[in-house]
């Protein structure tokens, strides 16, 4: 176990974003059931929020990716900004990355590809907001509102008013509110089980 962390003026040659084990051992498992509905896809995307609060793993965000022809899942992401100790690490990045690989294409709208939607446990933050743009990604839907997340001290960033407006007309539909009772109920375990408000400048 490290006991202090030593600051080297040497930069990176790599970054790797790794699944929690829990998640990974699971993936065999949610992998072989059928999603058809955007509740059952949605219902996938708490599940995995709601354990990595309990796991630890990092926030209370989970997301998913479907192929929206046949229901099956592409890819899986959780928070994992205090577990891998990079902050671009938002479940829908993970889950956008994970999707990516796995397809082997950095356009998730090719027209060689199935047509695919992200499931998010929350509404996108700001630098998510862009994510998806830049993913390709056509159909998003989510559950806990903005409000919600910043309710229990998280910074969402500076969204633009409009901002579901400009994906509308980039061809992005977007679907709020998908079980957002649950959304909220799991932001708020993560807030009662003093889970860390990880915002920039807030470091200990």
Not at 121 to 138: F, N
Request: hydrophobic share 40%; charged share 20%; proline share 3%.
């Amino acid at each position: 176990m490290t006991s202090s962390i030593r600051i080297v003026n040497m930069p990176s040659s790599s970054v790797t974003i790794q699944l929690p084990d829990w998640l990974r051992d699971r993936l065999d498992v949610v992998s072989a059931g059928t999603y058809a509905k955007q509740d059952s896809q949605m219902d996938l995307a708490l599940q995995i929020a709601a354990e990595n609060v309990k796991r630890g793993t990092g926030g209370p965000f989970g997301a998913a990716v479907f192929n929206t022809q046949n229901g099956m899942l592409v890819s899986v992401g959780v928070n994992l900004v205090t577990s891998s100790g990079l902050s671009i690490t938002h479940a829908e990045v993970v889950a956008i990355t994970m999707a990516q690989a796995a397809l082997q294409h950095y356009d998730l709208a090719d027209v060689a590809l199935p047509p695919l939607r992200l499931a998010t446990s929350a509404e996108p933050c700001s630098m998510c907001i862009g994510a998806i743009h830049w993913s390709g990604l056509k159909s998003i839907i989510a559950s806990a509102r903005d409000e919600d997340v910043r309710e229990i001290g998280f910074d969402e960033g500076n969204k633009p008013d409009d901002w579901v407006a400009q994906f509308e007309k980039s061809g992005i539909k977007y679907v709020s509110d998908v079980l957002r009772d649950r959304g909220r109920a799991v932001l708020q375990a993560y807030a009662r089980g003093g889970g860390r408000i990880y915002n920039a400048g807030t470091s200990e």
